[in-house]
């Protein structure tokens, strides 16, 4: 089956604007996360929304934020960015259930983000 | 705050050699998982553990949860081209839900 989409793969962006990118789960997949990744500071969580509700929030300014539609697709969007924004963003799909909290996650490839 | 401390931050082997990466934290967690990360790509899962003590093994690969829960070990034997990449492990606990807490990886060149 087809696994997680993200797009745009890569993106150049001036400070102060905006932008969006969108991921489209592993079909079935209800639970979507994303992650951005630095390489001083690894991956770190943004948030998961799962059913079209943000169930967790990392640790970032509200300038990030996110959405997911009823077809489980999600978008997150930053607004003002800064230069420190430049970074690879992941999304990650999940499939909820079975006997434990299941958080194995299918990642895509990812959008690069280059803020100028 | 990284709950998760992954070492070596950077191993260069040659082909044929064995190696271990750690994964430490104070933290205790209910699941651990492993992926390998190659450049321009998302991270590829590579295993789970959710039992303290579990010890798996996928092809020349074995991994293991401390029997805490704390803490866990990525073995390879006989490393080979193929393996470089990028290791990052992952744990969640009832505290985080459905996020994923990552190591900062441990960078793995294996050179013919």
């Known amino acids: 089956k087809a696994g997680v989409t993200q797009t745009p793969r890569y993106l150049i962006k001036t400070r102060g604007q905006q932008v969006t990118l969108s991921c489209s789960p592993i079909?079935?997949?209800?639970?979507v996360s994303w992650y951005q990744q630095t390489p001083g500071q690894g991956l770190q969580f943004l948030f998961e929304y799962f059913s079209e509700t943000q169930r967790n929030k990392g640790n970032f300014p509200g300038r990030f934020s996110g959405r997911q539609f009823s077809n489980s697709r999600s978008e997150m969007n930053v607004s003002t960015l800064e230069l420190g924004d430049s970074a690879l963003y992941l999304c990650?799909?999940?499939?909820?259930?079975?006997?434990?909290?299941?958080?194995?996650?299918?990642f895509g490839q990812g959008t690069r983000l280059t803020v100028v | 705050t990284q709950l998760l401390e992954q070492s070596p931050q950077f191993l260069s082997i040659q082909e044929g050699e064995n190696l271990t990466v750690y994964c430490n934290s104070s933290?205790?967690?209910?699941?651990l998982q492993w992926y390998r990360q190659e450049p321009g790509e998302g991270p590829v899962l590579l295993v789970t553990?959710?039992?303290?003590?579990e010890v798996k093994k996928l092809k020349r690969l074995t991994f293991q949860f401390g029997d805490a829960r704390k803490d866990s070990s990525l073995h390879i034997t006989a490393a080979q081209p193929g393996d470089t990449g990028l290791y990052l492990c992952a744990g969640s606990n009832s505290n985080s839900g459905y996020a994923l807490n990552f190591g900062k990886g441990t960078s793995l060149l294996v050179t013919p």
């Open positions: 553990v959710v039992t303290g003590g």
């Open positions: 990650a799909s999940s499939w909820v259930g079975g006997p434990y909290m299941n958080t194995e996650a299918f």
């Open positions: 079909s079935g997949h209800r639970s």
């Open positions: 933290s205790v967690f209910s699941s």
